[in-house]
């Protein structure tokens, strides 16, 4: 194999691991900012926010409003890195989705998920960029 062949494979994992890192940090900063939004009664809608990259788990929820950060190795599955959000109970859509709700807990509301992500989106971009730019250094 030669050097320039070598080079390339070593420069385009380098840009896989540095990507992953930031998806995760995206993902992250997204996750702080719907969590601090997300109706809040018994604390179980938080604790049931995850986020995964390429299906693996990398962020939980807490019922306090924090989130834990799960040390899981991520890679790209065929060059590609995708990163999720979720809410999962009964009733995430229904809080999510409903405008007309009341929701006491100062600084909560519907749409806690998507406003969030709207917010980051080229913020996320940015931190993406940033990491590979780093990586390749």
Do not use: W
Request: hydrophobic residues 30%; glycine residues 10%.
């Amino acid at each position: 194999m030669s050097d320039i062949k070598r080079n390339l494979e070593k420069i385009g994992k380098i840009i896989e691991e540095k990507a992953v890192e930031g998806v995760i940090e995206g993902l992250y900063r997204v996750a702080e900012e719907s969590v601090e939004e997300c109706p809040v009664d018994t604390g179980e809608l938080r604790e049931s926010m995850e986020g995964t990259v390429n299906e693996q788990t990398v962020l939980r929820g807490k019922r306090d409003g924090t989130i834990e950060k799960i040390g899981s190795k991520v890679n790209a599955i065929n060059g590609e890195i995708g990163g999720i959000i979720s809410y999962d109970t009964d009733y995430a859509v229904y809080q999510h989705e409903n405008l007309t709700l009341n929701h006491p807990t100062p600084g909560t509301k519907a749409k806690y998920l998507e406003n969030p992500l709207k917010r980051n989106e080229q913020i996320i971009i940015n931190i993406i960029a940033k990491k590979i730019r780093e990586g390749l250094r």
